[in-house]
């Protein structure tokens, strides 16, 4: 004999909602559902992270303190000290505004050729046991 809700349905797996969205940048609409497009869970918090290290301070006009400022940075000299205070830099920006992620370490490696800087960051998101990494690379633009 089978149990009444074997009975009932067929459905075998269990599907999660997202827990954590964001809506693309450009509010772009699913083709499908017509409704807006969505980040979920890992790229959300990837998407946000990204967003926050590349707005310089005073750039947004309502709330002039939020970004990573990481622009001061790339115009000063190639060295393993500005390496450091752009690592300060991107831990304290994602703690302050990114309370979804925790980081566990970041690696700021300089690249004199290009003038560039290959920043990795590694985090953990609240409720999700796996690791994630987001890497960037932040050029002079003149």
């Not at 999660?16 to 918090?45: C, G, I, M, W």
């Not at 970004?67 to 920006?93: N, Y």
Request: proline residues 4%; aromatic residues 10%; glycine residues 2%.
């Amino acid at each position: 004999m089978t149990d009444r809700i074997d009975a009932l349905t067929t459905r075998k797996t269990v599907t999660r909602d997202p827990v954590f969205t964001d809506f693309y940048n450009n509010f772009n609409v699913h083709p499908q559902n017509k409704r807006l497009a969505l980040h979920t869970d890992e790229q959300s918090v990837r998407r946000s992270m990204r967003n926050i290290l590349s707005t310089n301070t005073k750039e947004r006009l309502f709330n002039p303190e939020f970004g990573g400022g990481l622009r001061r940075f790339l115009f000063e000299d190639i060295s393993v000290m500005t390496a450091d205070l752009m690592k300060d830099a991107i831990k304290e920006s994602v703690a302050k505004y990114e309370p979804r992620a925790r980081v566990i370490d970041v690696l700021v490696v300089s690249n004199e050729f290009a003038h560039s800087y290959d920043v990795s960051i590694y985090y953990e998101i609240i409720n999700n046991a796996n690791p994630q990494s987001l890497q960037l690379t932040l050029y002079r633009v003149r």
